[in-house]
Structures are given as structure tokens and as C-alpha cells.
């Protein structure tokens, strides 16, 4: 049996710590520097956990699940001997992790991952990169052992999708969170935009462009509509300047489709 130690206690590393686990794969250790949460990941997918550098276990695979930032150097500070190392970070290249590691890899699932969902690995992109083609191949069996959708994509690839799942997640989260915010301030229950969230996501999934399911004023050109829209930000520049740049964009998208 092929071997994997997961590296670090966020949200990725649990995801990928309870896929591991269940896959023909052993998880032979749960790594962090958080002791408390490295400790209930381990605990809850019934492998070793350590904290100390020279308690890291030897295993086939190094999974370095932490955040873009720490990526270097929590490979500095430990040695993985001979085996295949890859960090997860979407933003990160592929030299992101030091010289010293022979056999060096990316893993990184297109997912979001947030404290307290499970999120099944079953159809999430897994997107593979090696430092050569044996440890692509390496990675690229463990990651077909996870999930129905795994692929290669270079640093570059990985980096422009990356920015793809900033626009199509967390920005579109943040206007979900601005949207609350206002219905606060206005005293309005915030539960009534969800069937419109839901029918929102749902067109966009479904429609070939995202583009062509657009609707609302600035898909129009309704000035008088947005006018009275700015009207009720006043007050709050930074949601106008928000409100009037995606509405301009919005309009130039329009007349092009």
C-alpha cells in the first residue's frame, strides 16, 4: 500500500486527510504546527499525528496542505528523504518549493474549503503537476484515487484558474455578503434572497456562457433603475464605486453578446 502524509490542519488538509483515509491510499500521518487541530484531524481519520520535525514520518507522499504563504517555508524546515513532495497552494508555482526536494509536485484541488463543511473530493478538480514524469505519474494515481476529475496543468495553467476561481467564488461570495449587509441596514429579512442565489448559481451552471444568463438594469441599460439603486448608497462611496463599475462592465459584456 502506498502511503501519504498530509501536512498541516486547515481546511485543505482536512478535506484531503479524510479522502486519503478513505481511499486505497494509508494516511500515515497528520503533520501541524496547530497541536489542538492536528490532533482532532488525526483523531477523526485514525492516524499518527506529530508536531516535532524529527517525529515526520517517512511515506511515499508528502501532501504540503498549509497556507500560499507558508509553503516554502514549512518545506525548509523538514526532511522528506526520497519521497514525492507537493504542496496544494492554487497560487503557488511549482518552484515554490525548495531545490533540496528532489521529487517536487503540485496537488492542488479546484475547491473551496471552509471549517465545518465536508466537501467529497469525488468530482473535485485535482490538478497535478511534476518536477518529472515519474512523479507526475505518482501523483496523478493518487489523485485518480480521490476524484473522477483529475488532470495535469502547469504552474501557468494552474495560475490563470486560479484567478478564474477568485472571480467565480470568493468575489461572488463577497457580493452575497454585500447584499446581506444592506438588508441588515435596511431592517429586511436577508433569507429572501435565497431562492435568487440559488436560481442565480443554478443558470450559471447550466447556460454554456454565464454571460448569456445576465439580467437585471445595467444588462438593460437601465439608467433610471440604477440612478435610484445609487440614490439609496448614499452614503456609502465605496459600494457606489463598486455598484457603478460592475454595472459598467456588465453593460460593455452585453452589447458584445
Known sequence: MKTVVVIGSGNVAE????AIAASPYGLAQLYARNR???????RSYGCPFASDPQELAPADIHLIAVSDRAVGEVAE?????????????????????????????????????????????????LLVEGSDPQT???????????????????????????????????????????????????????????????????????????????TGPARRGDMPTQKRHLDLLDGYPELQNIYENISRHIWEISRKT
Open 136 to 214: 507526475t505519474r505518482t501523483l496523478l494515481r493518487l489523485a485518480r484515487a480521490l476524484s473522477s476529475n483529475a488532470r495535469q496543468a502547469s504552474s501557468e495553467e494552474r495560475a490563470k484558474l486560479h484567478l478564474a476561481a477568485v472571480f467565480a467564488s470568493n468575489f461572488s461570495n463577497h457580493m452575497y455578503a454585500i447584499a446581506q449587509q444592506l438588508l441588515d441596514r435596511y431592517g429586511l429579512p436577508a433569507d429572501l434572497l435565497k431562492p435568487l442565489m440559488r436560481e442565480t448559481a443554478a443558470k450559471a451552471l447550466e447556460s454554456v456562457s454565464a454571460a448569456d444568463a445576465q
Open 77 to 125: 524546515a523538514l526532511d522528506f528523504g526520497r519521497a514525492v513532495v507537493a504542496h496544494t497552494a492554487g497560487s503557488v508555482p511549482l518552484d515554490g518549493l525548495p531545490g533540496k526536494i528532489r521529487n517536487r509536485g503540485v496537488f492542488y484541488p479546484l475547491q473551496t474549503f471552509t471549517a465545518g463543511r465536508h466537501i467529497s473530493l469525488g468530482d473535485v478538480p
Open 36 to 42: 489542538d487541530r492536528g490532533e482532532r484531524i488525526a
Open 15 to 18: 478535506a484531503l486527510a479524510g
